[in-house]
């Protein structure tokens, strides 16, 4: 019998990274003078590095700046506040069928959780927003692992705080890196494609749809991209 379902959160439960997170790491580039800014398609390929800090870290190193490491730290935590903001204040909303479709498992008895690579200061913002009123029993971010996705440790520690294995679980994800943590973990995963990551290859997925709803359902081919 199904017990959980484990959310991945960016792209997942809401899209988030082109005008929350992108314009974020702008913002942190600027107040630090330096003179990067990510394009909408550019970003597309960092978010291949999971995780903001090691994405930036990777980046600043490529360019060949001294002491990338500390660099990206710094700048994290600037784009990390920024980030926060935008969800306090931001238009961002839940991906349609979302809030529904928790209320649905919550009232069968299935236990939801979430799992990201993204920092709890934000993360815990997001569901407070988005999610009101509806009570997580795991929240994995990555301030709770030393690997991130692709690697399972989030789903891991996720069905450890459940008290369950992954058999009685279900993972539910928008992008390769985290479809391979969660089937690494044993996880059954439902592949629900964001719009960054649209076209793209999902080994071992259960099912790839494009969206929650039952008119996504019906139609398995995901849309091409819109315009940006
Ligand atoms: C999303 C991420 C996150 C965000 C940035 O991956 O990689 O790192 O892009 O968030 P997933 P932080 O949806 O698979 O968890 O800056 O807080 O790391
Ligand atoms: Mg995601």
Redesign the pocket.
Known sequence: RLRAVIF?????LAET?RDG?RRAFNLAFRDHGLPYEWGVEEYGEL?AV????RRLAGYLAERGLPHADGLAQVL?RT??AYYTDWLRDGPIVARPGVPELMAGLREGGVRLAVA????RQ?VSVLLERLFHGIAFAATVT?DDVTRL?PHPEVYDRALRELRIEAPDAVAVED?P??LAAATAAGLTCLVVTSAYHRDMPFPGAAAVVPGYLARDMADPHPHPRPPD
């Open positions: 991945d959160v960016d792209g997942t990274e997170h978010l999971t995780g903001g800090r994290h784009k990390t990201t690579t993204g920092r934000w990555g996705k992008s890196p985290g």
